[in-house]
């Protein structure tokens, strides 16, 4: 794909936004620093967004999508089988919590910080936890469980609770905490 001088504005714009708004807060980042630091004119925010709102939700969107691949990936890589891979998920966690640049969950910081169920940034982090959710549930029907949805929704509380933990902690080890609690919980709901 080649991308044009417009597009490439574009792709600055929305870049800069997920960039700055993840190392800092949505509030905290107002639009003049997301068109200086995208070396974009403002007039190109205005060309290709009505308002801050949709820059920050679309810019989730792009985040949503590149981070569920990831995630996705590292999981199903962690071991061969499913009941296996839902224990590989904290694994996958671990490297995250270790990588340099983690400030938590995008989703669930935006999501704490805007606060509206109608406000479409909130609905974006509400649309990743459930496309979170149902890749944890794929797996727990493939790793056989009579309940999925209920062992799913227990799994993703302990993922949500290992990002929060490392967050404050900044320490890796909530994963493998939560990978211990995992362990538990996935014995007991697959036997």
Known sequence: MVTTPISAARERLLETAERLIYASSIQGTGVDA??????????SFYLYFS?????????????????????EQGTLKSAARPDEQLL???????????????????????????KT???EI??????????????????????GAEDARSLARQLLILVDGAIAVAL????????????RAAASVVAVMLS
């Not at 997301?34 to 007039?43: D, F, L, P, Q």
């Not at 820059?55 to 590149?66: K, M, S």
Request: net charge negative; aromatic share 12%.
């Open 88 to 114: 590989g998920m904290f694994d996958v966690l671990r490297e995250w919590f270790v990588g340099g640049d983690y400030y938590g969950c995008a989703f669930l910081n935006a999501a704490g910080e805007i």
């Open 168 to 179: 404050v902690s900044g320490e890796a080890t909530p994963a493998d905490d939560a990978k």
């Open 34 to 43: 997301i068109v200086r630091e995208s070396g974009t004119a403002r007039k």
């Open 117 to 119: 169920p109608e406000n």
């Open 122 to 143: 909130f609905k974006v982090s509400r649309m990743h936890k459930e496309r979170l959710l149902a890749f944890i549930e794929r797996l727990c029907q493939e790793a």
């Open 51 to 71: 308002s801050k709102e949709q820059l920050i939700a679309e810019a989730l969107r792009r985040r949503d999508e590149r981070w569920m691949t990831w995630f």
